[in-house]
């Protein structure tokens, strides 16, 4: 342990973050071997960079930006409808369909106590997130017969904590063993000034490293080399806070197949040129989604020959993998981008900091920096009513009120 100790004094040196060490002598024995084996796992050189590139200009700087081809459901003939719902059946029905749920963030905004997949919607039963989308495999089971493997991408701050959530709620009474979690990865949080944050126990602060982590951490938990043990086709990949994402959604699945797609995004029309919302767009010629930060006012303001936005096809986090395209995807890291929140910390003196403006960096990487690896990608255009309750703030826009509303709405509870 002793030589592990200098060998972390001498790299936190080299990268002036010795205050790591300051509360050392207080840890026991166990705590003290953790920390050490987290700072010796840090990638010091990215972490520098990334704090130098805070500031840089964006990375649309150079690239050319363009509208992507989409397929609106709502233009699609009944005869064109019913045939890729009847393909898109048929791949359920197979059971060579697997969804994955998206539960790794920290749900920071909503500031609920514990997961944010335990939080209940307030509906009537009321139900947590994970109950809402258990609800919509266990439908399929009793349609198709068929149970529908479930993977849910934890971090290391949440992982426990559902799991438990699970166990007490005996998986919602779908097949536990159908049921899989697998961690995502984590990267330490920075103040201001470049310095990496320690938390109250005296140990690294990390968090998740953005949903587009998922990749990296399906190949790292065996969930890819799962997945074809399965002879799994397709995969869907969303969030754990939309109570109305679409997890089986015949109609992406039968259109995927028809078009000979490896990937499919969905979208739906992005509210107003201001909204904060990240859309598709084609990115050097490739898909990508262009955030409401990168483009300017005059490209989201944009409109077609039918008066639409040129940049309209809001993200949705919902979207539909060949696992030939996850394969092609592969491991490797994606693009860091950077966030400003807030965190809980111990300062250089020991003393708990609970911010309540953000005060610290965060780094992520999004799940769509992966669409460019996909030669063949399609965009499905969905409706809003149909697909989107997001549950992102505590009270006001996206909150579990609107949601609420936009959930009843739709099951016309
Ligand atoms: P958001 O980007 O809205 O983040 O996640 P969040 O963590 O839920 O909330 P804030 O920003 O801290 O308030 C969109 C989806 O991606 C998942 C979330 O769990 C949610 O389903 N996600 C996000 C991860 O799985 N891991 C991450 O590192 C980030």
Request: glycine residues 8%; charged residues 30%.
């Amino acid at each position: 342990m002793e030589e592990k100790y200098l060998e972390a004094k001498r790299t936190l040196q080299e990268y002036n973050q010795e205050h790591l060490l300051n509360f050392y002598e207080n840890l026991t024995e166990e705590k003290k071997e953790e920390l050490l084996r987290e700072i010796l796992s840090i990638d010091f050189k990215q972490l520098e960079n990334l704090y130098k590139g805070i500031n840089s200009t964006k990375i649309t700087s150079g690239q050319k930006i363009e509208p992507i081809e989409y397929v609106d459901e709502a233009k699609l003939t009944e005869e064109q409808k019913q045939n890729y719902v009847q393909k898109g059946k048929e791949v359920l029905k197979s059971g060579k369909y697997a969804v994955i749920t998206m539960a790794g963030g920290q749900g920071t905004r909503l500031g609920h106590n514990g997961p944010k997949g335990t939080f209940k919607l307030g509906i009537n039963p009321d139900k947590s997130l994970f109950e809402i989308l258990c609800d919509k495999l266990k439908k399929l089971q009793i349609e198709y017969n068929v149970i529908t493997p479930w993977y849910i991408m934890t971090s290391k701050e949440n992982n426990n904590d559902t799991v438990k959530f699970f166990e007490e709620n005996n998986y919602f009474g779908y097949p536990k063993e159908a049921v899989k979690f697998f961690k995502q990865g984590e990267i330490p949080m920075i103040d201001k000034n470049g310095k990496i944050l320690l938390t109250e126990e005296g140990l690294i602060k990390e968090a998740a490293d953005g949903h587009g982590g998922i990749f990296e951490a399906m190949f790292k938990n065996n969930v890819v080399e799962d997945l074809k043990t399965k002879n799994i086709e397709w995969i869907f990949i969303g969030p754990i806070d939309n109570p109305l994402v679409q997890m089986t959604d015949e109609l992406m699945i039968g259109y995927s197949v028809s078009e000979g797609v490896l990937a499919t995004g969905k979208s739906i029309v992005k509210a107003n040129p201001k909204e904060k919302v990240g859309v598709f767009c084609k990115r050097d010629g490739r898909p990508s989604v262009v955030e409401y930060t990168e483009i300017s006012e005059e490209m989201a303001e944009e409109t077609d020959e039918n008066g639409e936005l040129k940049f309209g096809e809001s993200h949705i986090n919902c979207n539909l993998f060949n696992i030939k395209a996850i394969e092609k995807i592969g491991n490797d890291k994606l693009p860091y981008h950077t966030a400003f929140k807030k965190a809980t910390y111990i300062d250089t003196e020991g003393n708990t900091i609970k911010p309540t403006e953000p005060n610290c960096y965060k780094f992520e990487s999004f799940i769509f920096d992966a669409f460019e690896k996909i030669d063949r990608m399609g965009i499905l255009r969905g409706s809003r009513e149909n697909e989107f309750a997001p549950v992102k703030n505590a009270e006001g826009v996206d909150s579990p009120e609107t949601a609420r509303e936009l959930y009843k709405k739709y099951y016309n509870i």
